[in-house]
């Protein structure tokens, strides 16, 4: 019912004055704040992009989606996010490069425009930690394109091995020989 309701009004166009009906729910006991989460993606608009990076930065939502399922509704919003192509997902994603599989983080990073990707993990480089340094290196490979050689060259000489190896993988994969 909830989903009828969040695609009547995304065809009405009746999405502003609906975000305090969504809102409302989101605090109801009635229903399920992973019900109503889920049910925004239907809703395109940027009133609703603004609602669900609010709920992807409100350490509230650090709420379980379920008893087996190690995913929290903020990590619910950002998907969603992702999908929407906000850039706000991807600081919030790789706020936990450490912490997650990197696999799922390349699979929601493909979402968003490979521009803003790009120019995030250069930004996050020259602060990398030991622990994100080689996930971002490796990221690069991914999403980088020639712009990004300078900065990936010096680390191909790095005394660490796994360092060194994942960023000469990075730099063949962006030439297209990896």
Known sequence: MLVCVVLLA?????????????????????????????????VTTPSVQRLLERI?????????????????????????????GSEMAIDYLLDGLADQKLVFIELFLAKVERERVRDALQQRLGSATDVTLGRILELLGFFGDHTVFPMITPYIDDPRIEIADTAYTAEQRILGMA
Do not use: E, G
Request: aromatic share 8%; with cysteine.
């Open 56 to 84: 992807a930065s409100d350490p509230q939502y650090n709420i379980q989606r379920s008893s087996d399922s190690p995913q929290t509704l903020r990590d619910v919003a950002v998907q969603i996010l992702c999908d929407f």
């Open 10 to 42: 995304n065809r009405l166009s009746l999405v502003l004055p609906c975000l305090s009906f969504y809102h409302c729910l989101l605090v109801s006991v009635d229903i399920s704040k992973l019900t109503v989460i889920l049910a925004l993606q239907y």
